[in-house]
């Protein structure tokens, strides 16, 4: 044996290695690009849905679909925040608006950064949003308040199984610095479109 | 052409060198050895959680272990078994074996290999020391789910971290070893179709383990920083998906089970031709089979997760991929029965454990094709039907196949044959209660006993006082195959350089014991050897 091959082979095997460990970091932006062409993880989109979405489905179709509201605020972050109104039903195509309400419980002014999730996932494809408090930051004074809505339709293509749906936000604080790279994420991806 | 690097002053108190014999030790069958003692170390540390597991689990209702420790024996359990009892197991067969069987004189990076082993140690110490720790040991399954890794970990789980982060070291450095050694330090005339089936299965083990466990690395680097640095991988609520974290973990779990599973493929495939006194039947196709296994392994893991809520197509070709594992699976077991088929078989102790390995890993393998069928899985997943599933496929294949091992290399290592009368007193025990141990949890499985429970209603409770008996018994098993050891490292008939009157390779041309160093100058390997 030459030392040179094995000193080659060790150094092919411990490329193959780092590559792996490469790998597994790369499965986090290959998985969310699945979940976006397939929707099936429930992120929804994060913008606004696009001018043809909206006229292509202008006629609201006949069938209901029931949506349920949930809001949290996320660990550390002092604001209640909550649905105005529970559940909701409304007609595919037909447009909405819900509100939520947020107070800020802390002594000194807070930023907010909300973010969406729904279940079951397959319905993510399908609740498209018009405006949303969402899409961008809100901020309130020590003790401040306010209403914030959300404007959306169902898409009249949402299949037929599904007939209930749950709309949840987590209210994030922003500054954190636990969450700071996740703001810079929605910026990017709001940049982009 | 390999440098030992024992130098080891004469005047030395006798216990500071035996201390820094085995600390510094270069030589492959030394550390082979210390790899079989750590493991059959932490096989006894993680059998005796089960012990008390099936305690608790004797009747129904909560008796004697606290559900919150149950949890963290459970994780224990798994962790130590997998990790600590049957890899290291493996890997020490790898070093003594490999060398030997291919006419090397010691594996091709020795200090690396002592490296290898010595991380281990401390690794175990790592996490068992957790449970000494406030707040208790990781008590999430050996499985840990984010979120339950991550947000709701008990602190200890950074040392669960580091333990990992340290076992999948060692885990790639002894595979690189392994696998330099094999494709560099093959006696000349030993081409690749002339390796016994165990250096191949370990092969491509070792390619396995150097493709999987950087993932493994990955994915607790990223519950680290998500408990730690602000990120969020694996939380929803911050842009993450703790589904992801099944999807990385399963894509090192799915070829992790095969990691356990193909050396004792390859201890099957040496022992059984041995003792029928013929050639391995079909060795082409046992080789191409463990290779389509190998590469099926890592398009299956989503059979772990059908009831996370997949696309229909995902689920389908998941299923399809899986049972298609079956086939190659399939083609060993037959190959297995063809050379047992009118051969002049004779049943020492090795040869009973190699048949018990292939008639009950097969049991697991149909248990495993039940659980791939995606409507069947969606009831079975997460009941002991599952556990059921794995401990047929690791008990007796795994553990059986490294018992089968031992007794059929032991005097080969030190040169004195096994007491057969208790050697096949161990077996029959240990198959009658592996047996009763785990065979009524496919019946409390298929019931709905769900799995990771400490209590259960009331119609489970004849079932799991038989498996809790079995589990005993078992228990037991192990103190009698621990004095057989060392039984017969202390003495017993001697053994000739072939022991076993059919054995063929490499390893049975040496004397037993086999001296500390063999084939300094590569052997001549015979033209008609091999297959
Ligand atoms: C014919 C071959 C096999 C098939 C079709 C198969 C299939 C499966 C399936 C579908 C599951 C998931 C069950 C569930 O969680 O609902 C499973 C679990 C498991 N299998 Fe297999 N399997 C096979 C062989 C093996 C082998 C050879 C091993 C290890 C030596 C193994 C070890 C495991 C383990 C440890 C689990 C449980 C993991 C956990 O959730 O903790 N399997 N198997
Ligand atoms: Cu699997």
Known sequence: ?193 | MVAHAQIVPKKRHPLLAFAARWLFTTNHKEIGTLYLCLSFLLFFIAGSMAMFMRLELFEPGIQFVDPLFYNQLLTLHGLVMVFGAVMPAFVGLANWLIPMMIGAPDMALPRLNNFSFWILPFAFTLLLSSLFMEGGAPNFGWTFYAPLSTTYGPPSTDFFILGVHLMGISSIMGAINIIVTIVNLRAPGMTYMKMPMFVWTWLITAFLLIMVMPVLAGVVTMMLTDRHFGTSFFDAAGGGDPVLFQHIFWFFGHPEVYIMILPGFGIASQIIPTFARKKLFGYHSMVYATLAIAVLSFVVWGHHMFTTGMPLFAELFIMYATMLIAVPTGVKVFNWIATMWRGSMTFETPMLFAIAFVMMFTIGGFSGLMLALVPADIQYHDTYFVVAHFHYVLYPGAIFGTMGAVYYWLPKWCGHMVDERLGKLHFWCATFAVNLTFFPMHFTGLAGMPRRVPDYSLQFADFNMVSSIGAWLLGLTQILFLYIVVKTIRGGEKATAQVWEGAEGLEWTIPSPAPLHTFETPPVIAQDHGH
């Not at chain 1, 044996?1 to 970091?25: D, E, P, Q, T």
């Open chain 1, 1 to 193: 044996m030459s030392s040179r091959a094995k000193n080659r082979h060790v150094l092919l095997l411990l490329g193959l290695a780092a590559g792996m460990f490469g790998f597994a970091f790369a499965l986090v932006p290959l998985y969310d690009i699945l979940c976006d062409i397939t929707g099936i993880n429930g992120k929804p989109a994060l913008q606004a849905a696009l001018h043809e979405e909206i006229e292509a489905s202008e006629s609201a179709i006949d069938r209901e679909v029931t949506i349920q509201f949930l809001a949290k605020a996320a660990r550390g972050m002092p604001w209640e925040f909550r649905p105005l109104e529970n559940k909701m039903t409304v007609r595919p195509g037909e447009m909405n608006r819900v509100m939520f309400y947020v107070r800020n419980r802390s002594n000194h002014s807070v930023t907010g950064q909300a973010v969406p999730s729904i279940s079951p996932g397959q319905a993510a494809l399908y609740f498209k949003k018009i405006e949303c408090f969402c899409f961008e930051q809100q901020e309130l004074a020590a003790g401040g308040e306010m209403e914030i809505g959300v404007s959306f339709f169902v898409d009249v293509d949402m299949p037929a199984k599904i007939n209930e749906l749950t709309l949840s936000y987590t209210m994030f604080r922003v500054g954190d610095v636990e969450h700071e790279h996740l703001i810079s994420h929605f910026e990017a991806e709001r940049d982009d479109t």
